[in-house]
Structure formats: C-alpha cells, structure tokens
C-alpha cells in the first residue's frame, strides 16, 4: 500500500498549505478500511506535515451497533482527538461548555458548529481528520455530515489547515457532494499490483505445474476487479478443491464455475451451508447469532463456552465444571469452519486474548 504516498491526488491534496478534502472511495471488498488503517498507522512516518500535527480519527461500522454508526459520536469522538491533543483549541468549545456544564448533554447542531469553527482557528495548525466507512454510517443527516466536512475544507485562505481523509463505498450521497473534486482515488482502479502479490503468495503454496500456475493466476487477476474480498475466497474454494485430486483442465473448469461477483459468492456459500446436516445448521445459526447481536465483538472462547450452554435453559441451570467440559466442542477451530463457512473468520489468534470473531 506504499503507492499512495505517492499517488498523484494524494500528492495533490497533501503537498499544499489550504484545507482539502481526499476521498478514497471503493467496491466492497477493495480494501478501503485496511488502506485507511494502514494510513493512520503511518502517517507520521511518511507524512512530514503530519508529525507536528494533529491527527483525529472515527471509523463508522455496521457491526459495532448503532452507537458507531451515530454521527453525534463521530463528532465527539473527532472533538475529543483535536481536544486531547490541542488544548488551545478549547475557546471553540468554551461558550457550549459553559452552557452544557450542569447537563453535560453536548447538543448535536452545536457540536457540528464547534467542528466547523476550527477553520477559523487563529493559529497556525494544521489537523488531519480521518473518517472510515462513510457509507456504513446512520443514513439519518449522513448528507449533511458530508458537507460539513466539505465546508470545512472549503478552498479559502484561513491560518489553519484542515485535511480531511475519507472513505466510503460508492453512494448516492457522496456522489452528489463530490461531483467536481479532483482529490477522488477509486481503490480498485489501484489495486492491480497489490492483489498480484496477494495472489502469487497463495498460488505457490499450491504448487501447481509451471502452466498451470500462470493460467490460475491469469484467470484470478482478470476476473478481480480490484476486489480482494473475492481473491480470498477464491484461494478458500481452490484449497478446498485440490484436496479431491485434479487436472489442469479440472482447474479451469472450476474456477469458471466460481461467482465473478462477491453477492454471487456469498449466494453460492450460503447455498453450501445449506447442504450441512440439521445439527451443523442449527450449531452454525447459533454462532451468527451470538456475532451478530453481541453488544461487542466476542473472544472465541466466549462463543466456545456458549455453544456448549443448552438453547433451552432454566433458571436452576448449574452444571458442573466436569458436566460442562464434557458438552464443550472438540475441535473447536473446524467446527467454525464447517458450521459457519467462510462467513465466519478469527482475528487474531485463538490463545490470544485480544482474538475475537467478526462476519466476513
């Protein structure tokens, strides 16, 4: 991902002394969150600019709740990040401070014009504000968000330098708003070399022949469209098959069964969930639930330890240690693949505590 250092947009919209907006926008699948995580992470590093300034972030998410979707928590957590790092920046906040002392409610239109009077800040700083998954954001006011964050990098001559680094999915919202701006780097169009690599690194563990290999390899980057989501599942597919035996003509046949589209994969995945025994569904089922509507991403151990819990319990359920070992999965680790497919992945690793289970 070091080519967008020296992206000309990135170049364009780093290298000046005036407020500007830089949109990276992206199928899903592209790469947009881990390019921006990648981005915080070392911007002080390739960003002479950055490391005398100050740098905030929010990533919106649909799987964190409705609190990381909210934009009322994008701006106080944007506020807080210049705050924290700043504190000559409190005079924008002091008159609301003042106000929202005995409530310590903090009203949404104020917060928005707290933001957008930080242009006008009287001293020479400069701010990268950094906002991920624009598009997984509240669609309540999400249009407004989005010209706020355009009027704060409105092309005028102020002391303060705003810089605001945004991603999204393409939607309708953002297509409007940006109709015109320069600063707009389409992930997948830049994706070429990086998911070559991705694809080469995986392909020469398979050890296929010498035309085998370059067949496989052609096939994956020219049906990719910059979509890395699909490259992996691709790779999960074709270990899967070899495991059977197969030509080379086997092979190509294969892949041309495969979804060009990530909708269609996900289709064809669910379809093989389908096929599983009642006990696999009804074992699988149970895991998306306790992923999807836990009020914060679960270590592996914890859902380890709720599948072995009965569906239907009562109020005087206390098993014993030895009872509930007993009801504990073996070979945890394939069970998730096997109930869950690949919708279901590890972060981390399964002994690390930090470790939790997220939705492909």
């Known amino acids: 991902m070091q080519w967008l250092w020296g992206h000309d947009k990135y170049q364009a919209w780093s290298s000046t002394d005036t407020s500007d907006l830089l949109l990276i926008e992206g199928k899903p699948g592209s790469g947009k969150s881990t390019l921006v995580k990648y981005f915080k992470r070392n911007i002080l590093k390739y960003e002479l600019f950055a490391q005398q300034s100050i740098v905030a972030s929010f990533f919106y998410s649909y799987r964190e709740g409705e609190a990381q979707r909210d934009h009322s928590n994008m701006l106080r957590s944007i506020l807080y990040d210049v705050l924290r790092q700043n504190e000559t920046f409190f005079f924008h906040f002091q008159t609301l401070y003042r106000k929202t002392l005995p409530s310590g409610v903090w009203p949404y239109d104020s917060l928005r014009k707290i933001l957008l009077s ?7 700083e ?7 998954a624009v598009d997984e954001s509240d669609d309540d006011d999400r249009n407004a968000i989005i010209e706020l964050l ?4 409105k092309n005028e001559q102020h002391v303060c330098v ?3 680094f945004i991603a999204s999915r393409p939607i309708t919202e953002l297509s409007h708003n940006v109709a015109g701006m320069e600063n707009i780097i ?16 995986f392909l020469e563990t398979l050890k296929l022949s010498p035309r085998c290999h370059a067949m496989t ?17 691709v790779e999960k ?10 030509s080379n003509d086997d092979i190509y046949d294969f892949l041309e069964t495969l979804p060009t589209e990530l909708n269609g994969f996900y289709e064809r995945m669910l379809g093989e969930l389908e096929k599983n025994k009642q006990r696999d569904i009804k074992v699988g089922m149970k895991m998306f639930r306790l992923v999807l509507f836990a009020c914060r991403p679960l270590r592996v151990q914890e859902i380890h330890h709720a599948l072995a819990i009965p569906d239907a319990i009562d109020i005087e359920y206390s098993p014993s240690e030895e009872s509930f070992e007993d009801a504990l999965i073996q070979g945890f680790l394939k ?3 096997h109930c869950g497919g690949n919708f279901l992945e590890i972060q981390g690793t399964y002994n690390s505590l930090v470790n939790s289970f997220t939705i492909v």
């Open 118 to 124: 930080f242009k006008t800040h009287p001293a020479q």
């Open 126 to 132: 400069r701010l990268y504000l950094i906002v991920d």
């Open 150 to 153: 355009r009027q704060l990098c």
């Open 162 to 164: 705003v810089k605001v």
């Open 186 to 201: 389409k992930l997948q169009d830049e994706n070429g070399p990086d998911i070559l690599k991705f694809a080469e690194s």
């Open 217 to 233: 390899k052609g096939y994956i980057i020219q049906k990719a469209q910059g979509v890395f989501v699909w490259v992996h599942l």
């Open 237 to 246: 597919e074709l270990l899967k098959y070899l495991r059977t035996g197969y």
């Open 335 to 337: 069970r998730i693949i």
